[in-house]
């Protein structure tokens, strides 16, 4: 059995954690959770630091439950927001609720029989068997407003003049409940979370001492940033997602090879299992020839694989080689068609019927009349480009302004006109 605490500690994942943790995970296999909110239907890459100590949890020989609040999502956590959210319906939560335990399976080995097998559990399914006294009654009564008031992430609230409603102030309470009805049920005695997480977690270990005198524990993970100082998992774009429907498994791959030499060497211990020695090997390889990007390049391999499988992975490699590297039309042509738009997106784009397609004599009619103007503005200079060997369709250089103007669609619709280096144009045959 490795040692977790350990394991976090030299990865750089660990923040805080309650007296005598450690000497509790070395009597045998426990028992811990980490929640996820059900906002949206996909975790996004900010959401990876947790599961990866889930998994870091299991590959320890302990027990991981993975909590998904479709109680705590009607509320929206308030730590540490400026304010507060829109709450969710039932029918939209159930959808997110179902998408998330999906993927968390990615992550957690869920197989029956197996002593640490992973459990996925829904905060709803207890927390919709109250009644408003029952809770207020029952749980309130053990927890003080001075203790709840004295939280960061509500005085921050308080501060900032943008108030706190009581939905809100009481997420702390549904949370240190969510711990005390796992502690009592399901044997759990750790809750893992982010570093702003702290005040809700020891919340719940506060709620089991008084309810039942017993003990539990606490660990926090960083919150991560870039290394300068911005916000990690965001982009132009907007969120990273694990969703292939959100962000392209070939866009996921190319935000793992793009991070900087500083954040490569944070994020491949925090996102990848490569065990020390490996990292430290690697690290050295990459000091030698940091234009090669080794570190960057197994980050992507590695959390690729690992949110979208071997197949995705390939296809993104395949990508990026068409992108930045030398390439053949069959390389080009084994894309399919999300991966080939994501990696030309933005490019400049010409379409023409299918029938003037067919019909147009030569190469320099379609790079000039049916291209409308777009790649090249007359036949003089679609011509004297394509003899100087600056025009290439599909991948392979024309030679002859003249040559016919029948080629394989990519796709069954589409050509790639490259001109010159770096300038793109896909032309779509309707």
Not at 132 to 158: P, W
Request: aromatic residues 10%; hydrophobic residues 40%.
């Amino acid at each position: 059995m490795n040692n977790f605490i350990e394991e976090l500690r030299w990865r750089g994942m660990l923040q805080d954690m309650t007296p005598e943790i450690e000497e509790h995970l070395n009597k045998g296999t426990a028992s811990a959770y980490l929640g996820f909110d059900p906002t949206a239907d996909s975790l996004h890459i900010g959401h990876l630091v947790g599961v990866m100590t889930l998994l870091h949890f299991q590959r320890a020989g302990h027990k991981p439950f993975a909590l998904v609040g479709g109680a705590t999502g009607m509320i929206g956590d308030p730590s540490f927001k400026s304010s507060e959210r829109n709450l969710l319906d039932a029918a939209t939560l159930d959808h997110n609720v179902a998408c998330l335990k999906n993927q968390l399976a990615k992550f957690l080995d869920f197989t029956e029989g197996s002593s640490n097998k992973a459990e996925l559990v829904n905060n709803y399914d207890w927390m919709s068997q109250f009644s408003f006294l029952e809770f207020i009654r029952d749980v309130g009564k053990h927890i003080t407003v001075n203790y709840m008031m004295a939280k960061d992430s509500v005085k921050r609230r308080l501060e900032d003049g943008n108030g706190l409603s009581f939905t809100e102030f009481s997420y702390q309470l549904i949370q240190g409940y969510d711990f005390y009805h796992l502690w009592k049920n399901e044997g759990v005695s750790i809750q893992l979370g982010g570093s702003d997480q702290w005040g809700n977690i020891v919340t719940g270990t506060e709620m089991i001492r008084k309810i039942s005198g017993g003990s539990a524990f606490a660990l926090t993970v960083p919150l991560i940033t870039k290394a300068d100082g911005s916000k990690f998992g965001k982009t132009e774009g907007g969120s990273v997602w694990l969703d292939a429907n959100k962000t392209s498994p070939y866009a996921f791959y190319q935000f793992w090879l793009n991070v900087s030499d500083e954040d490569a060497a944070k994020y491949i211990r925090i996102f990848t299992t490569m065990d020390k020695i490996s990292i430290e090997n690697l690290e050295k390889e990459h000091a030698e020839a940091p234009h090669m990007r080794s570190l960057q390049k197994e980050i992507a391999r590695q959390v690729t694989i690992m949110v979208h499988g071997e197949k995705e992975y390939e296809m993104a490699l395949k990508a990026s080689s068409i992108l930045f590297g030398k390439s053949s039309t069959e390389e080009l042509a084994a894309l399919d068609e999300r991966t080939f738009l994501q990696v030309f997106e933005g490019v400049p784009q010409a379409k023409l019927t299918r029938q003037d397609y067919e019909s147009t004599q030569n190469v320099v009619d379609l790079l000039s009349e049916q291209a409308s103007g777009i790649i090249f503005n007359s036949k003089g200079e679609a011509r004297k480009m394509i003899q100087g060997g600056g025009v290439s369709i599909n991948k392979e250089k024309l030679t002859d302004p003249n040559a016919s103007a029948s080629f394989a669609l990519l796709q069954g619709k589409y050509l790639l006109v490259q001109k010159g280096k770096k300038n793109y144009y896909i032309m779509e045959i309707q």
